[in-house]
């Protein structure tokens, strides 16, 4: 009976262990010690096994640490209890006791256990945890179903969700804290727990964690571009502090990911995608308020005078490529490949196709935010390009150099892209050149090809002035290839380049080439034409060249759907026929064919015959000109239409009586021809007053378009 009393006294003081042996005190643990070494020595009586052979000592220790355990569990709960229930306090107080119980099984583990184990063989740790996964756990799962369904259909405002939603993390991670110890039990023990499916029970509120983290994300984003000065944090690194915070805020919503541990590989992917988009979020929101405080700072307005970039602008753009530069760190960070190689039927596949789609679409939208801060970066220099480029035009119609009439421009540029070249990454700068380059060359036709008095004043000049101009081009090309680190032929070659190399083409042409150019021009729209639908009918030739005697041959062999000119319905057609350049063909003088009475579809049968050099007829825009005419016995003829036969499509024949079988057969449209609003008759205009040669050929061609421009109509012959 003595040897009984002492046994109860003494598993009564282990049922009150916390506050007698605290782990904290050496001398309390020593005590405890010394106790268990005494109930083991009882437990080993002869006597004592002989008069309780019912008892054991691991059997009455293990009913001992689990009627602690729980004891002290509900006190702690009972202690935690809040004055006001509701969902945030009910919260916070499972939140307080998984945090009290991990402390208790850290002491159980660092301290209690190796005692019991070592004196009575009885695995405290284990029991301890085993007690509170039958107690905590299913409260905790309880509970969480309530809280989750709480959030979806409670009236409650957005603002106490999101305190609801806040504490729930809290106790989230509370529970990530107390399966650091969970681990450390035995695959076995851990396999028969409650805690093992501790990640289910927060299923339903992780993706209103995540949206709450997308939405603090955004708002942190959003304060530190309203606090960020946008000066460069060193010489070093030239992006400034909200670049650094949205980095952090990206890596805080990682490490949320990495909170939330793996379930399965389906659950891990779709959370984990989830996540991206989130980060994405988060990246295009910075990228709009960085552009939101430009503007509002004045930075996109255009400048009338010289103005230079800003600092300011360089740093939004480092920010953004240091802000790409780290989202492509993202995946690693996730481990994203890890997860999609354990998804099933192809799904590692997937993984790959969809975070390539969420990164390519991200990666497109800084790049179109990093292109619309250049662009206005570039269109601050409009004013100075614009103003210096006209000044550069007039000091070129002095005597001096070329590159001296350039020098504010150069300057201006040279000076700008400096600073720009030495304060942002060289794909950025190539991105500046590549929107400065059209600006320049839009600049310079606007000032030339697009300013009729600058046409008019530098033809008196001649072929110098537009030398200097094909040089002052050279110079720009020069210093837009930057020695090779600049931009590549392929992107200099843009239209407004091409339109400027053309007009310097033109301007120092003769007379002639223009000519040839601008028939060449109809001649390249009247191949695009369809035959079967001009209203003016249509003309068939065989074309060769007899080349013993250089002689042009066409054979007009017939047209077809001529329109009425007389009232009857009919017309009395026939062909006058001119060869152009006409400076070329002197010796040409024009043909007339025989008239056909009363028809709209003649068969003329005829060859018209023209002396042209071997190596003349084959340049495009040398022609012969078909004018069809309607014949009137008193007035004057009516003029139908026009054709253009381009001499470059005959064939050779051995005689001219082939002529007429052997050549090469085309159908050009009958049209009525209207004035070029551009290009080689622009130039030849131009001319018209103090170049006697270029004057016949416009009257000549005026006469054809004011006789175009009337309308037909059928009138009586007498």
């Known amino acids: 009976a003595g040897l009984s009393k002492i046994v109860n006294l003494c598993l009564a003081q282990l049922t009150k262990q916390r506050e007698i042996f605290p782990p904290e005190k050496k001398p309390a643990i020593e005590r405890l010690v010394h106790l268990l070494n005494l109930l083991q020595a009882v437990y080993e009586f002869e006597v004592f096994r002989q008069y309780y052979p019912q008892r054991s000592l691991d059997s009455d220790i293990t009913s001992m640490v689990k009627k602690s355990t729980s004891g002290w569990y509900t006190i702690q709960k009972a202690f ?16 307080e006791l998984v945090r009290l119980v991990k402390d208790d099984l850290v002491a159980s583990k660092h301290f209690y256990d190796h005692h019991f184990q070592e004196r009575v063989k009885v695995p405290y740790f284990h029991i301890a945890f085993e007690e509170y996964d039958r107690l ?7 509970q969480m179903e309530v809280l989750a369904e709480n959030l979806k259909t409670s009236n409650d405002t957005d603002e106490e969700k999101e305190k609801l939603s806040a504490e729930l993390f809290r106790l989230f991670l509370a529970v990530i804290e107390l399966k650091k110890y969970f681990d450390q039990l035995e695959d076995e023990q851990r396999a028969k727990m409650e805690f093992s499916n501790h990640m289910s029970w927060f299923g339903a509120v992780v993706k209103n964690w995540m949206d709450v983290a997308e939405s603090k994300g955004i708002q942190m984003v959003k ?5 960020d000065t946008f000066r460069k944090i060193t010489d070093d690194l030239k992006y400034s502090t909200s670049a650094v915070d949205v980095a952090v805020t990206m890596n805080q919503v990682v490490k949320f990911w990495e909170h939330l541990g793996r379930i399965d590989p389906e659950t891990d992917f779709a959370r984990m995608t989830k996540v991206m988009d989130s980060i994405v979020a988060i990246v295009r929101s910075y990228c709009e308020h960085t552009i ?3 503007e509002s700072h004045g930075h996109f307005s255009a400048k009338e005078d010289e103005a230079d970039v800003a600092d300011e602008l360089c740093v939004a753009l480092n920010n953004l490529d240091f802000t790409e530069q780290n989202l492509e760190d993202i995946p690693a960070k996730l481990c994203w490949n890890d997860v999609a190689k354990q998804l099933p039927e192809n799904g590692e596949e997937r993984a790959k196709t969809t975070l390539g789609t969420l990164m390519t679409s991200c990666t497109e939208d800084i790049n179109n935010y990093i292109g619309k801060i250049v662009r206005q970066a570039v269109n601050i220099m409009r004013g100075g390009v614009n103003k210096l480029t006209l000044e550069s035009l007039t000091k070129m119609e002095g005597p001096g150099e070329v590159m001296d009439a350039m020098d504010g421009l150069m300057t201006y540029m040279a000076r700008n892209l400096t600073m720009l ?3 942002v990454r060289p794909s950025t700068f190539k991105i500046v050149l590549r929107e400065l380059w059209p600006l320049v060359m839009d600049s310079l036709l606007q000032a030339t090809v ?37 931009l590549t032929q392929d992107e200099l070659d843009i239209a407004a380049y091409r339109n400027m190399q053309e007009y310097i083409t033109l301007y120092c042409a003769t007379n002639t080439d223009l000519v040839r150019r601008y028939y060449a021009q109809i001649v390249e729209e009247q191949n695009t034409m369809d035959v079967h639908k001009s209203e003016y009918g249509s003309v068939t030739v065989l074309v060769s060249y007899f080349k013993a005697k250089e002689t042009l041959l066409v054979h007009i062999q017939h047209a077809k759907g001529l329109p009425p000119m007389d009232p009857t319905g009919f017309s009395d057609p026939y062909f006058l026929v001119n060869v152009e350049p006409s400076a070329s063909f002197r010796d040409f003088k024009q043909h007339k064919t025989k008239v056909h009475k009363k028809t709209l579809d003649p068969l003329f049968d005829e060859t018209v015959s023209a002396h042209v050099a071997a190596d003349e007829y ?4 040398s022609v012969m000109v078909l004018h069809s005419m309607d014949w009137d016995r008193v007035t004057a003829d009516d003029f139908i239409g026009e054709a253009i036969i381009p001499m470059n499509v005959a064939v050779e024949v051995p005689s001219p009586k082939e002529a007429k079988t052997q050549g090469t057969r085309i159908t050009v449209p009958i049209l009525r021809p209207t004035k070029a609003p551009r290009g080689p008759y622009e130039v030849l205009e131009l001319r018209k007053p103090y170049d006697h ?4 050929l416009i009257k000549t061609r005026e006469k054809v378009f004011k006789d175009a421009s009337e309308k037909i109509e059928p009138k009586e012959k007498k």
Do not use: H
């Not at 084959?618 to 825009?621: E, L, M, S, V």
């Not at 040669?693 to 016949?696: L, R």
């Open 80 to 95: 935690l209890a809040p004055t006001v229930q509701n969902p945030v306090t009910q919260t916070t107080q499972l939140t």
């Open 136 to 142: 905590l756990c299913s409260e905790v799962k309880e």
């Open 223 to 227: 304060k530190a571009v309203t606090l």
């Open 292 to 294: 939101s405080r430009l």
């Open 421 to 423: 070249c030495n304060e």
């Open 450 to 486: 697009d300013n009729p008095k600058w046409q008019e004043s530098t033809q008196r000049l001649g072929k110098t002035y537009y030398s200097k101009l094909e040089k002052m081009i050279k110079i720009l090309v020069d210093f837009f290839e930057c020695n090779g680190q600049g």
């Open 618 to 621: 084959i340049k495009p825009g």
């Open 693 to 696: 040669e270029a004057a016949q």
